[in-house]
């Protein structure tokens, strides 16, 4: 039923989730740094299909602006970065609707973004929460971090991309231990199965994240860009192939105005400054 303002219950659903953007990022504010935040602290920033489609667009925008060097992702409040999908939502899905419109492909989207992701995980980060936690370049986990894929426990599996992702970050025997059990690990154990970049003290995650990206904005942008891609083909490439588009993009940025600008300014002694192209 259509609402006073006429909006249906789906509608509805959609006006309630939030994407913050705070950009740029950070006290004081870090040039070309963006803040992404989950914002829907009472239901522990659970993945609706509407948020996700919020997520995707705040994102696509984002990526498109040179402006924008770096972006974290996090959650509202310090309990959860995102503890999942949302269940009542998908226990009304069929197995002839769920795939209607790849709706999860926001996720993958996020991975494929040219612009480094950060992921800062405050408290519960499970399930579709981990699965866009892993889709992230790097990952800053407090160290009240909870991590973990518990679909088996509703008679699924991940399907945005945990048993990938987790398998390539923590081996293959690993993975199958976690997903197979759904159990959840801490902030400690997932920095020392290599699933986090660091692990710092939870009131300080998204500030140290927004640091990081900073430090990663400040330097060339295409430079950046360039190195990601050829990181990420490792993951799916084999190791002759990339060689070869670690090899192109080297290459390429030698016609960068930047690439001339860092080299002068080695040889200067002096901080190079960065035109971003």
Wanted: with cysteine; aromatic share 4%.
């Amino acid at each position: 039923m259509p609402d006073e303002d006429g909006l249906t219950a789906d509608e509805q659903t959609a006006e309630r989730t939030r994407v913050r953007v705070d950009f740029p990022a950070g006290d004081p504010p870090i040039d070309g740094v963006a803040l992404v935040t989950l914002d829907q602290p009472e239901a522990h920033n659970a993945l609706s299909f509407a948020l996700l489609a919020q997520l995707d667009e705040v994102l696509a925008v984002l990526d498109s602006d040179e402006a924008c060097r770096a972006i974290v992702i996090t959650g509202a409040g310090d309990r959860a970065f995102a503890a999942g999908a949302d269940i009542r939502e998908l226990a009304a899905e069929t197995a002839a609707s769920i795939g209607e419109g790849d709706r999860l492909a926001a996720i993958d989207r996020v991975g494929r973004l040219r612009t480094p992701v950060i992921a800062a995980v405050r408290g519960f980060c499970l399930g579709g929460g981990a699965e866009l936690a892993m889709a992230c370049d790097m990952l800053v986990a407090g160290d009240n971090a909870q991590f973990g894929q518990p679909e088996i426990r509703l008679g699924i599996i991940p399907g945005a991309g945990g048993t990938q992702r987790l398998a390539r970050a923590i081996g293959r025997t690993r993975a199958m231990e976690l997903i197979l059990t759904g159990r959840r690990i801490n902030a400690a154990e997932a920095d020392r199965l290599g699933l986090v970049t660091m692990v710092v003290p939870a009131a300080e995650t998204v500030t140290r994240a927004v640091e990081l990206a900073g430090k990663i904005a400040a330097l060339p942008r295409l430079a950046v860009e360039a190195a990601k891609a050829s990181v990420n083909a490792a993951q799916s490439m084999p190791l002759d192939e990339g060689l070869r588009y670690e090899r192109d993009r080297f290459e390429a940025l030698f016609a960068t105005e930047d690439r001339s600008e860092g080299m002068t300014a080695f040889l200067e002694k002096r901080p190079p400054a960065w035109r971003h192209r």
